[in-house]
Protein backbone atom coordinates (compact mmCIF):
# COMPACT_ATOMS: atom_id res chain seq x y z
CA UNK A 1 0.00 0.00 0.00
CA UNK A 2 2.72 2.50 0.70
CA UNK A 3 4.01 1.84 -2.51
CA UNK A 4 0.76 2.57 -4.36
CA UNK A 5 0.59 5.62 -2.65
CA UNK A 6 3.94 6.50 -3.67
CA UNK A 7 3.06 5.60 -7.21
CA UNK A 8 -0.03 7.97 -6.85
CA UNK A 9 1.87 11.03 -5.13
CA UNK A 10 4.41 10.82 -7.84
CA UNK A 11 3.41 8.80 -11.11
CA UNK A 12 2.19 11.77 -12.86
CA UNK A 13 4.97 13.86 -12.74
CA UNK A 14 7.33 10.47 -13.23
CA UNK A 15 5.34 8.50 -15.89
CA UNK A 16 6.91 5.53 -14.67
CA UNK A 17 4.13 3.55 -15.19
CA UNK A 18 1.87 3.00 -18.17
CA UNK A 19 -0.41 0.47 -15.85
CA UNK A 20 -0.93 0.32 -12.46
CA UNK A 21 -2.74 -2.95 -10.92
CA UNK A 22 -3.56 -2.16 -7.30
CA UNK A 23 -6.52 -4.39 -7.09
CA UNK A 24 -4.03 -7.24 -8.41
CA UNK A 25 -1.25 -6.26 -6.22
CA UNK A 26 -3.86 -6.82 -3.14
CA UNK A 27 -4.60 -9.61 -4.40
CA UNK A 28 -1.16 -11.06 -4.63
CA UNK A 29 -0.23 -9.44 -1.23
CA UNK A 30 -3.09 -11.39 0.23
CA UNK A 31 -2.01 -14.80 -1.20
CA UNK A 32 1.58 -13.74 -0.22
CA UNK A 33 -0.03 -13.20 3.17
CA UNK A 34 -1.61 -16.69 3.73
CA UNK A 35 1.66 -18.30 1.96
CA UNK A 36 3.29 -16.80 4.71
CA UNK A 37 1.13 -17.88 7.48
CA UNK A 38 0.96 -21.50 6.22
CA UNK A 39 4.85 -21.13 6.38
CA UNK A 40 5.26 -21.82 2.74
CA UNK A 41 6.18 -18.49 1.78
CA UNK A 42 8.56 -18.34 -1.59
CA UNK A 43 11.72 -16.18 -1.39
CA UNK A 44 10.10 -12.92 -2.57
CA UNK A 45 7.11 -13.15 -0.81
CA UNK A 46 5.39 -9.87 -1.25
CA UNK A 47 8.11 -7.98 -2.88
CA UNK A 48 6.20 -5.15 -4.80
CA UNK A 49 7.48 -4.95 -8.51
CA UNK A 50 7.27 -3.11 -11.47
CA UNK A 51 7.11 -5.02 -14.40
CA UNK A 52 8.51 -3.49 -17.70
CA UNK A 53 5.71 -3.54 -19.85
CA UNK A 54 7.01 -5.82 -22.66
CA UNK A 55 6.42 -8.82 -20.85
CA UNK A 56 3.03 -10.39 -21.10
CA UNK A 57 1.74 -10.44 -17.76
CA UNK A 58 -1.86 -12.97 -17.99
CA UNK A 59 -5.23 -10.57 -17.96
CA UNK A 60 -2.99 -7.22 -17.45
CA UNK A 61 -2.36 -5.11 -20.68
CA UNK A 62 0.96 -5.32 -22.23
CA UNK A 63 1.64 -2.30 -24.53
CA UNK A 64 5.35 -3.07 -25.74
CA UNK A 65 5.33 1.26 -25.78
CA UNK A 66 3.44 1.04 -28.97
CA UNK A 67 -0.01 1.97 -30.06
CA UNK A 68 -0.25 -1.15 -32.01
CA UNK A 69 0.21 -2.93 -28.67
CA UNK A 70 -2.40 -0.27 -26.77
CA UNK A 71 -5.15 -2.50 -25.98
CA UNK A 72 -3.48 -5.72 -26.00
CA UNK A 73 -4.30 -8.23 -23.00
CA UNK A 74 -2.26 -11.38 -23.36
CA UNK A 75 -3.95 -15.08 -22.46
CA UNK A 76 -0.94 -15.84 -21.31
CA UNK A 77 1.94 -14.99 -18.37
CA UNK A 78 6.22 -15.19 -19.26
CA UNK A 79 7.91 -17.70 -18.32
CA UNK A 80 9.86 -14.36 -16.34
CA UNK A 81 7.00 -12.97 -14.64
CA UNK A 82 5.11 -16.37 -13.94
CA UNK A 83 8.62 -17.35 -12.15
CA UNK A 84 8.45 -14.21 -9.56
CA UNK A 85 5.21 -15.42 -9.07
CA UNK A 86 5.87 -18.24 -7.97
CA UNK A 87 8.22 -17.33 -5.89
CA UNK A 88 5.53 -14.49 -4.10
CA UNK A 89 6.31 -11.27 -5.53
CA UNK A 90 3.66 -8.55 -5.86
CA UNK A 91 3.34 -6.64 -9.42
CA UNK A 92 2.26 -3.10 -8.55
CA UNK A 93 1.91 -2.55 -12.44
CA UNK A 94 3.89 -2.61 -16.00
CA UNK A 95 6.63 -0.23 -16.23
CA UNK A 96 6.86 2.57 -19.05
CA UNK A 97 9.77 1.99 -22.18
CA UNK A 98 10.43 2.86 -24.93
CA UNK A 99 8.36 1.69 -28.03
CA UNK A 100 9.08 -1.83 -28.78
CA UNK A 101 12.58 -0.92 -25.95
CA UNK A 102 13.97 1.07 -29.19
CA UNK A 103 15.75 3.61 -28.00
CA UNK A 104 17.91 5.01 -24.83
CA UNK A 105 15.83 8.07 -23.68
CA UNK A 106 12.66 6.73 -22.92
CA UNK A 107 11.33 9.34 -24.76
CA UNK A 108 9.60 7.21 -27.56
CA UNK A 109 7.05 5.74 -25.60
CA UNK A 110 3.23 5.88 -27.02
CA UNK A 111 2.42 6.43 -23.54
CA UNK A 112 4.48 9.90 -22.90
CA UNK A 113 8.48 9.93 -22.01
CA UNK A 114 9.40 8.86 -18.55
CA UNK A 115 10.92 10.53 -16.55
CA UNK A 116 13.99 10.87 -13.80
CA UNK A 117 13.62 11.54 -10.33
CA UNK A 118 17.00 13.09 -10.44
CA UNK A 119 18.05 16.70 -11.08
CA UNK A 120 21.27 18.53 -11.94
CA UNK A 121 22.01 20.75 -8.53
CA UNK A 122 20.38 24.00 -9.02
CA UNK A 123 18.52 23.45 -12.34
CA UNK A 124 15.10 22.36 -13.05
CA UNK A 125 14.95 20.79 -16.41
CA UNK A 126 13.41 17.46 -16.48
CA UNK A 127 16.30 14.67 -17.40
CA UNK A 128 15.18 11.54 -18.85
CA UNK A 129 15.63 7.90 -17.18
CA UNK A 130 17.69 6.34 -19.85
CA UNK A 131 16.47 3.89 -22.05
CA UNK A 132 14.82 1.83 -23.10
CA UNK A 133 13.72 0.50 -19.57
CA UNK A 134 13.13 3.95 -18.08
CA UNK A 135 10.31 3.28 -16.22
CA UNK A 136 11.70 0.44 -14.58
CA UNK A 137 15.19 2.31 -13.83
CA UNK A 138 12.61 5.38 -12.50
CA UNK A 139 10.47 3.38 -10.25
CA UNK A 140 13.08 1.69 -8.62
CA UNK A 141 14.84 5.08 -8.12
CA UNK A 142 11.76 7.03 -6.99
CA UNK A 143 10.55 4.37 -4.32
CA UNK A 144 7.74 3.28 -6.76
CA UNK A 145 8.93 -0.37 -6.22
CA UNK A 146 11.52 -2.21 -4.65
CA UNK A 147 13.00 -3.89 -7.76
CA UNK A 148 11.56 -4.20 -11.27
CA UNK A 149 11.62 -6.44 -14.17
CA UNK A 150 13.73 -4.66 -17.42
CA UNK A 151 15.33 -6.35 -21.15
CA UNK A 152 18.57 -5.67 -22.55
CA UNK A 153 18.99 -5.50 -26.16
CA UNK A 154 21.98 -3.44 -26.32
CA UNK A 155 21.77 -1.72 -22.93
CA UNK A 156 18.26 -1.19 -22.10
CA UNK A 157 19.21 -2.28 -18.44
CA UNK A 158 22.59 -0.70 -17.66
CA UNK A 159 22.06 2.65 -19.29
CA UNK A 160 18.62 3.75 -17.11
CA UNK A 161 19.85 1.51 -14.28
CA UNK A 162 23.10 3.61 -14.47
CA UNK A 163 20.92 7.69 -15.17
CA UNK A 164 18.82 6.55 -12.11
CA UNK A 165 21.78 5.67 -9.66
CA UNK A 166 20.42 2.41 -9.07
CA UNK A 167 21.51 -1.03 -10.15
CA UNK A 168 20.95 -3.42 -13.06
CA UNK A 169 22.32 -6.78 -14.47
CA UNK A 170 22.10 -8.26 -17.64
CA UNK A 171 22.35 -11.71 -17.42
CA UNK A 172 24.12 -13.84 -20.12
CA UNK A 173 22.18 -15.00 -23.24
CA UNK A 174 19.78 -17.54 -22.53
CA UNK A 175 19.98 -17.39 -18.60
CA UNK A 176 15.94 -16.17 -18.94
CA UNK A 177 13.63 -17.10 -21.10
CA UNK A 178 12.31 -14.98 -23.64
CA UNK A 179 8.83 -16.67 -23.51
CA UNK A 180 6.60 -14.22 -23.17
CA UNK A 181 8.28 -11.23 -23.82
CA UNK A 182 7.84 -8.71 -26.46
CA UNK A 183 10.44 -9.66 -28.94
CA UNK A 184 12.68 -6.67 -30.79
CA UNK A 185 15.84 -8.14 -31.83
CA UNK A 186 15.62 -12.15 -30.69
CA UNK A 187 19.26 -12.86 -30.65
CA UNK A 188 20.51 -10.38 -28.60
CA UNK A 189 17.58 -9.86 -26.04
CA UNK A 190 17.54 -10.92 -22.55
CA UNK A 191 15.53 -10.50 -19.77
CA UNK A 192 17.11 -9.08 -15.80
CA UNK A 193 16.23 -7.00 -13.01
CA UNK A 194 16.77 -3.72 -11.74
CA UNK A 195 16.86 -3.16 -8.01
CA UNK A 196 18.39 -0.67 -5.37
CA UNK A 197 21.83 -2.64 -4.75
CA UNK A 198 23.98 -5.39 -6.04
CA UNK A 199 22.57 -8.00 -3.65
CA UNK A 200 18.79 -7.15 -4.39
CA UNK A 201 19.71 -7.86 -8.08
CA UNK A 202 21.33 -10.83 -7.18
CA UNK A 203 18.12 -12.40 -5.01
CA UNK A 204 15.78 -11.20 -7.98
CA UNK A 205 17.92 -12.81 -11.06
CA UNK A 206 17.75 -15.94 -8.77
CA UNK A 207 14.26 -16.04 -9.22
CA UNK A 208 13.94 -14.64 -12.91
CA UNK A 209 16.53 -17.26 -14.12
CA UNK A 210 16.47 -20.66 -15.12
CA UNK A 211 15.69 -23.37 -17.97
CA UNK A 212 12.61 -23.08 -20.05
CA UNK A 213 11.88 -25.75 -22.71
CA UNK A 214 9.61 -23.20 -24.14
CA UNK A 215 12.45 -20.49 -25.51
CA UNK A 216 14.48 -23.10 -27.75
CA UNK A 217 17.52 -20.56 -27.25
CA UNK A 218 17.15 -20.60 -23.23
CA UNK A 219 19.98 -22.63 -21.72
CA UNK A 220 19.64 -25.70 -19.36
CA UNK A 221 22.06 -24.77 -17.10
CA UNK A 222 21.67 -24.73 -13.39
CA UNK A 223 21.41 -21.45 -11.50
CA UNK A 224 23.87 -21.13 -8.81
CA UNK A 225 23.13 -19.01 -5.90
CA UNK A 226 23.64 -15.29 -7.26
CA UNK A 227 22.89 -14.11 -3.91
CA UNK A 228 25.55 -15.79 -1.96
CA UNK A 229 28.00 -14.41 -4.62
CA UNK A 230 28.24 -10.93 -3.84
CA UNK A 231 29.66 -11.64 -0.38
CA UNK A 232 32.74 -13.34 -2.46
CA UNK A 233 34.68 -10.37 -2.26
CA UNK A 234 37.31 -9.54 -5.50
CA UNK A 235 40.58 -11.14 -3.92
CA UNK A 236 42.65 -12.96 -6.35
CA UNK A 237 40.67 -11.80 -9.23
CA UNK A 238 42.26 -10.69 -12.77
CA UNK A 239 40.22 -7.56 -13.83
CA UNK A 240 40.63 -6.31 -17.05
CA UNK A 241 40.62 -2.66 -18.15
CA UNK A 242 39.95 -2.86 -21.73
CA UNK A 243 42.08 0.19 -23.95
CA UNK A 244 39.67 0.55 -26.49
CA UNK A 245 36.74 1.45 -24.08
CA UNK A 246 38.95 5.00 -23.40
CA UNK A 247 36.96 6.30 -26.13
CA UNK A 248 37.47 10.11 -28.02
CA UNK A 249 35.21 12.40 -26.12
CA UNK A 250 35.53 10.54 -22.99
CA UNK A 251 34.67 13.14 -20.03
CA UNK A 252 36.92 13.88 -17.62
CA UNK A 253 34.25 12.91 -14.72
CA UNK A 254 33.57 9.38 -16.24
CA UNK A 255 37.19 9.02 -17.02
CA UNK A 256 37.65 9.79 -12.98
CA UNK A 257 35.37 7.35 -11.96
CA UNK A 258 36.35 4.38 -13.87
CA UNK A 259 39.87 5.19 -12.05
CA UNK A 260 37.90 5.59 -8.57
CA UNK A 261 36.54 1.85 -9.30
CA UNK A 262 40.22 0.67 -10.85
CA UNK A 263 41.62 1.97 -7.05
CA UNK A 264 38.49 0.05 -5.34
CA UNK A 265 39.23 -2.57 -7.09
CA UNK A 266 43.02 -3.04 -6.28
CA UNK A 267 42.27 -2.35 -2.12
CA UNK A 268 40.08 -5.38 -2.04
CA UNK A 269 42.92 -7.09 -3.81
CA UNK A 270 41.61 -7.72 -7.59
CA UNK A 271 45.18 -7.22 -9.99
CA UNK A 272 43.92 -4.83 -13.02
CA UNK A 273 45.04 -6.14 -16.27
CA UNK A 274 45.15 -3.64 -19.37
CA UNK A 275 43.57 -5.75 -22.02
CA UNK A 276 42.32 -5.09 -25.85
CA UNK A 277 39.08 -5.90 -27.54
CA UNK A 278 39.88 -4.52 -30.56
CA UNK A 279 36.82 -4.72 -33.04
CA UNK A 280 35.30 -2.75 -30.13
CA UNK A 281 35.08 0.33 -32.97
CA UNK A 282 32.70 -1.73 -34.93
CA UNK A 283 30.30 -2.91 -32.46
CA UNK A 284 27.81 0.51 -33.01
CA UNK A 285 27.63 0.06 -36.33
CA UNK A 286 27.31 -3.96 -35.86
CA UNK A 287 24.45 -3.71 -33.78
CA UNK A 288 22.49 -1.12 -35.88
CA UNK A 289 22.24 -3.46 -38.77
CA UNK A 290 21.80 -6.85 -36.66
CA UNK A 291 18.65 -5.38 -34.56
CA UNK A 292 16.90 -3.30 -36.81
CA UNK A 293 17.47 -6.41 -39.30
CA UNK A 294 15.97 -8.81 -36.65
CA UNK A 295 13.19 -6.10 -35.90
CA UNK A 296 12.24 -5.90 -39.12
CA UNK A 297 11.36 -8.76 -39.20
CA UNK A 298 9.79 -9.61 -35.39
CA UNK A 299 7.31 -6.51 -36.23
CA UNK A 300 5.70 -8.00 -39.08
CA UNK A 301 3.20 -10.27 -36.67
CA UNK A 302 2.03 -6.60 -35.74
CA UNK A 303 -0.51 -6.32 -39.48
CA UNK A 304 -3.89 -5.51 -37.77
CA UNK A 305 -5.55 -8.90 -38.53
CA UNK A 306 -4.71 -10.89 -35.21
CA UNK A 307 -4.67 -8.68 -32.66
CA UNK A 308 -3.69 -5.47 -31.84
CA UNK A 309 -4.16 -2.04 -33.88
CA UNK A 310 -6.56 -2.38 -36.49
CA UNK A 311 -7.10 0.31 -38.92
CA UNK A 312 -10.15 -0.40 -41.41
CA UNK A 313 -8.79 -0.46 -45.46
CA UNK A 314 -10.30 -0.91 -48.62
CA UNK A 315 -8.24 -4.26 -49.38
CA UNK A 316 -6.13 -6.17 -47.19
CA UNK A 317 -2.66 -4.63 -48.19
CA UNK A 318 -4.56 -1.06 -47.58
CA UNK A 319 -5.59 -2.42 -44.25
CA UNK A 320 -1.83 -3.14 -43.66
CA UNK A 321 -0.36 -0.15 -44.51
CA UNK A 322 -2.86 2.47 -42.38
CA UNK A 323 -2.61 -0.07 -39.63
CA UNK A 324 1.20 0.27 -39.07
CA UNK A 325 1.04 3.93 -40.31
CA UNK A 326 -1.02 4.32 -37.18
CA UNK A 327 0.23 1.98 -35.12
CA UNK A 328 3.88 2.08 -35.04
CA UNK A 329 6.19 5.48 -33.95
CA UNK A 330 9.02 7.27 -36.14
CA UNK A 331 12.06 5.27 -34.09
CA UNK A 332 10.28 1.97 -34.47
CA UNK A 333 9.59 3.25 -38.42
CA UNK A 334 12.92 3.87 -38.81
CA UNK A 335 14.24 1.03 -37.78
CA UNK A 336 11.86 -1.42 -39.44
CA UNK A 337 13.47 0.60 -42.88
CA UNK A 338 16.61 0.19 -42.19
CA UNK A 339 16.04 -3.23 -41.27
CA UNK A 340 14.23 -4.32 -44.53
CA UNK A 341 17.24 -2.73 -46.42
CA UNK A 342 19.78 -4.51 -44.72
CA UNK A 343 17.95 -7.56 -45.27
CA UNK A 344 17.05 -6.91 -49.10
CA UNK A 345 18.70 -9.06 -52.07
CA UNK A 346 21.05 -6.40 -53.08
CA UNK A 347 22.38 -5.44 -49.67
CA UNK A 348 22.15 -8.87 -47.34
CA UNK A 349 25.81 -9.63 -48.11
CA UNK A 350 27.51 -6.33 -47.89
CA UNK A 351 25.34 -5.00 -44.58
CA UNK A 352 23.82 -8.25 -42.67
CA UNK A 353 25.99 -10.71 -43.19
CA UNK A 354 29.06 -8.49 -43.28
CA UNK A 355 27.67 -7.27 -40.10
CA UNK A 356 27.51 -11.08 -38.93
CA UNK A 357 30.84 -11.78 -39.43
CA UNK A 358 32.19 -9.03 -36.82
CA UNK A 359 29.98 -9.96 -34.76
CA UNK A 360 32.02 -13.03 -34.26
CA UNK A 361 34.84 -11.48 -34.01
CA UNK A 362 33.65 -9.42 -31.10
CA UNK A 363 32.52 -12.04 -29.59
CA UNK A 364 36.51 -13.56 -30.20
CA UNK A 365 38.00 -10.83 -28.44
CA UNK A 366 36.03 -11.60 -25.56
CA UNK A 367 36.85 -15.19 -25.40
CA UNK A 368 40.52 -14.86 -26.20
CA UNK A 369 40.15 -12.14 -22.94
CA UNK A 370 38.57 -14.52 -20.66
CA UNK A 371 42.19 -16.44 -21.15
CA UNK A 372 43.69 -12.99 -19.20
CA UNK A 373 40.86 -11.81 -16.84
CA UNK A 374 38.20 -13.36 -15.16
CA UNK A 375 35.91 -9.81 -15.34
CA UNK A 376 36.11 -6.44 -17.01
CA UNK A 377 35.61 -2.85 -15.64
CA UNK A 378 34.34 0.04 -17.91
CA UNK A 379 32.49 2.77 -17.73
CA UNK A 380 28.80 1.97 -17.83
CA UNK A 381 27.61 5.13 -20.18
CA UNK A 382 29.41 8.43 -21.94
CA UNK A 383 27.61 10.74 -20.29
CA UNK A 384 25.06 11.28 -16.82
CA UNK A 385 21.60 11.18 -17.77
CA UNK A 386 20.47 14.35 -20.31
CA UNK A 387 17.75 16.56 -20.97
CA UNK A 388 14.56 15.58 -22.53
CA UNK A 389 14.75 17.85 -25.59
CA UNK A 390 18.89 17.13 -25.87
CA UNK A 391 19.98 14.49 -28.72
CA UNK A 392 16.13 13.98 -30.01
CA UNK A 393 16.98 15.99 -33.46
CA UNK A 394 19.78 13.43 -34.30
CA UNK A 395 19.34 9.34 -33.82
CA UNK A 396 23.28 9.02 -34.25
CA UNK A 397 23.74 10.48 -31.08
CA UNK A 398 21.22 8.91 -29.42
CA UNK A 399 22.86 5.92 -30.45
CA UNK A 400 25.93 6.51 -29.03
CA UNK A 401 24.79 6.08 -25.79
CA UNK A 402 25.23 2.43 -26.17
CA UNK A 403 29.03 2.34 -27.02
CA UNK A 404 29.70 0.80 -24.00
CA UNK A 405 27.25 -1.38 -23.76
CA UNK A 406 26.03 -3.00 -26.79
CA UNK A 407 29.40 -5.62 -27.00
CA UNK A 408 28.02 -7.77 -24.23
CA UNK A 409 25.11 -8.38 -25.92
CA UNK A 410 26.61 -9.06 -29.03
CA UNK A 411 28.57 -11.08 -28.07
CA UNK A 412 25.80 -12.91 -25.30
CA UNK A 413 28.05 -11.91 -22.05
CA UNK A 414 26.66 -11.04 -18.85
CA UNK A 415 26.80 -7.07 -18.03
CA UNK A 416 26.31 -5.26 -14.50
CA UNK A 417 25.56 -1.51 -14.10
CA UNK A 418 26.92 -0.51 -10.51
CA UNK A 419 26.12 2.97 -8.93
CA UNK A 420 29.70 4.45 -8.45
CA UNK A 421 29.30 8.15 -8.07
CA UNK A 422 27.80 11.28 -8.98
CA UNK A 423 28.97 14.01 -11.43
CA UNK A 424 30.08 17.61 -10.69
CA UNK A 425 26.23 18.35 -10.93
CA UNK A 426 24.96 15.82 -8.36
CA UNK A 427 23.59 13.17 -11.36
CA UNK A 428 24.42 9.79 -10.52
CA UNK A 429 27.01 7.51 -12.96
CA UNK A 430 27.77 3.97 -13.14
CA UNK A 431 30.53 1.74 -13.97
CA UNK A 432 30.18 -1.64 -16.00
CA UNK A 433 31.30 -5.32 -14.67
CA UNK A 434 30.96 -7.61 -17.44
CA UNK A 435 31.98 -11.48 -17.15
CA UNK A 436 32.31 -14.96 -18.97
CA UNK A 437 29.18 -16.33 -20.53
CA UNK A 438 27.46 -17.85 -17.71
CA UNK A 439 29.59 -16.66 -14.70
CA UNK A 440 27.20 -13.57 -13.39
CA UNK A 441 28.64 -14.81 -10.17
CA UNK A 442 31.98 -13.10 -10.53
CA UNK A 443 29.99 -10.29 -12.69
CA UNK A 444 27.87 -9.94 -8.83
CA UNK A 445 31.42 -10.36 -6.01
CA UNK A 446 32.91 -7.84 -8.35
CA UNK A 447 30.13 -5.15 -8.30
CA UNK A 448 29.47 -6.32 -4.75
N1 LIG B 1 19.38 1.93 -27.09
C1 LIG B 1 19.48 0.70 -27.82
C2 LIG B 1 18.49 0.68 -28.96
O1 LIG B 1 17.82 1.64 -29.12
C3 LIG B 1 19.29 -0.46 -26.92
C4 LIG B 1 17.88 -0.69 -26.55
C5 LIG B 1 17.70 -1.94 -25.78
O2 LIG B 1 18.64 -2.48 -25.18
N2 LIG B 1 16.50 -2.46 -25.84
O3 LIG B 1 18.37 -0.25 -29.68
Redesign the pocket.
Same mark, same amino acid.
Given at each position: QAHLDAIAALNPRLNAYITVTPELAAAQAAEADAALARGEAGPLAGIPLAIKDLFCTAGTRTTAGSRILGDFVPPYESTVTGNLLRDGAVFLGKANL @?EF %?? *? !?SNTSSAFGAAENPWKRQGDDTALVPG *? !??GGSAAAVAARLALGATA +?? +? *?? !??R?PAAFCGVSGIKPTYGRCSRFGIVA? %?SS? @?QAGPVARTVEDCAILLGSMAGFDPRDSTSADVAVPDFAAAVARGVKGLRIGIPREYRVEGLSPEIDALWRQGMDWLRAEGATLVDISLPHTKYALPT??IV %?PAEASTNLARYDGVRFGLRENGEDLKDLYERTRAAGFGD?VKR?ILIGTYVLSAGYYDAYYVKAQQVRALIKRDFDQAWAQVDAILTPATPTAAFGRDENQDDPVA??L $??VF +??TA $?LAGIPGMSVPAGLDGKGLPLGLQVLGRPFDEETVFAVGG
Open positions: @D %AM *G !S *G !SS +TD +T *GG !SIQY %AL @DYY %AERMY $ND +TI $N
